[in-house]
């Protein structure tokens, strides 16, 4: 694990997608955290050790999806297969698959393995899957605050984890999509899928891919920025100090979804399929929600510890 030292900064952003916005001052304290994400060897040993069965590898609940079709409730994960000719953007659905037999095991499904793949971030992770292993190891899962404060790397102001450009002198300094997404990627960054944790240059505090490779679980409840600090009584105009997400489940869920019922937890960092003519999320600004019932095969994680009061 790597020490980082307690500070303030600006968090989110003004200039990108509005689910960032506000950025507003918030003050963190120290913290240690894992200088990778878990890998696919650290996962393992955690499962051999406990016998954990991930929320993929299970039978999903059927009362807690009435509506949904029997095929729909085995066990399943959800993988990015690319079509095979350029379509427009509008539609996700064109290139996830909701895949039965998918999960770390068996990345891309049936008759995928991790063989070879140890040093590859673990994948197809529920938020209760990361969180069981950092219990199990005597972790915890960072606060977005946290995360976002770590990934930035002492450029408290800097727009990517590294500087200012995305490709400085050209060099790829993350795990992210270069191409025509969602149907070709050229590869340009030496993989087309995860990369071995490492394969990157390490930030300015010594951690390795934080931006790009996988999306990476936080242990806040989604919310707005916006509705945070609508709910500070003096607005954001003081700074924070260890902000958290939304105070409860309930309130972390959307209601205009399809998923309406669904928890969320914060997601940051952008993945290996973040694309500058569709997904600029490869920031350490960049936020998405992610219900709680889902696992993919962009999404991981990595754990902290806090010192004790």
Known sequence: MVWIGGGSFQMGSDRHYPEEAPAHPVAVDGFWIDRTAVTNAQFQKFVKATGHRTLAERPADPSAYPEALPELLQPASIVFVPPPRPIGKGDPYQWWRYVAGANWRHPEGPGSSIKGREQHPVVHIAFEDALAYAVWIGKGLPTEAEWEWAARGGLAAA?????????????????????????????????????????????????????????????????????????????????LGNPRGAPDPGSSIDPSSQHASIPRKVVKGGSFLCAPSYCRRYRPAARMAQGIDTSTCHLGFRCIVRPRP
């Open 159 to 239: 727009e990517y984890a590294w500087g200012e450009e995305l490709h400085p002198a050209g060099r790829m300094l993350a795990n992210t999509w270069q191409g025509d997404f969602p149907h070709h990627n050229s590869g340009a960054d030496g993989w087309e899928g995860t990369a071995p944790v490492g394969s990157y240059p390490a930030n300015g505090y010594g951690l390795l891919d934080m931006i790009g490779n996988v999306w990476e679980w936080t242990d806040d409840w989604y919310q707005e920025h916006r509705a945070r600090l609508a709910s500070e009584p003096e607005g954001c105009c003081n700074t």
